[in-house]
C-alpha cells in the first residue's frame, strides 16, 4: 500500500533552516509527480511546491519562492524540503503529498510540524 | 483570502443532504482545470474525495459527489451521517479553497 512518512520538522528560531524529508513506499516514486502542501494552525491548506517525476519541473508559491528549494531523489524513493529564511509565518504542518492527474493530490503522509519562533 | 471561495460552514441532520459550493473565476475552474475535493477529520490528514471533477477513488462511498460548471463547482453528500463531520476542501490546479466545516447535527 502507498505510504508516505514526513520527517524533519521541529523547532526553529527566525531566519534559521530545516530540512524535511519524505520517504515513499509501495508504489513507483519515479513515476509521480509530488508535492509539499502545508497547513498553518486553525487554518486552511496551501500549497507550496510540486516537483515533477524527473525533477526537471517546479513550481513554487510566491510566499516561499527564494528560499525554499524541493528536490527528489529517485534511488532512494525520497521527496525533501529545504526551508531556509524561515519566517513565524511558515509555521505549519508541511504533508507531503502523491499527485495524480491534474494536480489532484491521491495520497498524503501524516505531516510533520514547523514551528518558526525564537 | 482563498483564490476558490467556499462558505465556511454548513450542517444538515442526519440522513439529509447537502452541498458545498466552491466558486472560482476564469484563472482556474473557468479555464477548464479540473476541481478535486478532501476531507479533512478532526486530527489528521487531508484525504482525497473526489478527482476530475466527479471521480470517487475506491473505497468513497457513493453518497459523495462532485460536479462542476462554468467557474464552480459543488460537492454533495447524500444520507448525512455522524461521522462525515469534516472540513471539506476544493483545489483547482495549484489552488484551494478556503475550507468548508460540516456540522451534523
Known amino acids: 500500500q502507498v505510504q508516505l512518512v514526513e520527517s524533519g520538522g521541529g523547532l526553529v528560531k527566525p531566519g534559521g533552516s530545516l530540512r524535511l524529508s519524505c520517504a515513499a513506499s509501495?508504489?513507483?516514486?519515479?513515476?509521480?509527480?509530488m508535492s509539499w502542501i502545508r497547513q498553518a494552525p486553525g487554518k486552511g491548506l496551501e500549497w507550496v511546491s510540486y516537483i515533477s517525476s524527473s525533477g526537471s519541473t517546479i513550481y513554487y508559491a510566491d510566499s516561499v519562492k527564494g528560499r525554499f528549494t524541493i528536490s527528489r531523489d529517485n534511488a532512494k524513493n525520497s521527496l525533501y524540503l529545504q526551508m531556509n529564511s524561515l519566517r513565524a509565518e511558515d509555521t505549519a504542518v508541511y504533508y507531503c503529498?502523491?499527485?495524480?492527474?491534474?494536480?489532484?493530490?491521491?495520497?498524503w503522509g501524516q505531516g510533520t510540524l514547523v514551528t518558526v519562533s525564537s | 483570502q482563498s483564490v476558490l471561495t467556499q462558505p465556511p460552514s454548513v450542517s444538515g441532520a442526519p440522513g439529509q443532504r447537502v452541498t458545498i459550493s466552491c466558486t472560482g473565476s476564469s484563472s482556474n475552474i473557468g479555464a477548464g482545470y479540473d476541481v478535486h475535493w478532501y476531507q479533512q477529520l478532526p486530527g489528521t490528514a487531508p484525504k482525497l474525495l473526489i478527482y476530475?471533477?466527479?471521480n470517487r477513488p475506491s473505497g468513497v462511498p457513493d453518497r459523495f459527489s462532485g460536479s462542476k460548471s462554468g467557474t464552480s463547482a459543488s460537492l454533495a453528500i447524500t444520507g448525512l451521517q455522524a461521522e462525515d463531520e469534516a472540513d471539506y476542501y476544493c483545489?483547482?490546479?495549484?489552488?484551494f479553497g478556503g475550507g468548508t466545516k460540516l456540522t451534523v447535527l
Open positions: 483545489q483547482s490546479y495549484g489552488v
Open positions: 509501495g508504489f513507483t516514486f519515479s513515476d509521480y509527480y
Open positions: 503529498a502523491r499527485i495524480r492527474g491534474e494536480l489532484g493530490l491521491d495520497y
Open positions: 476530475g471533477n466527479s
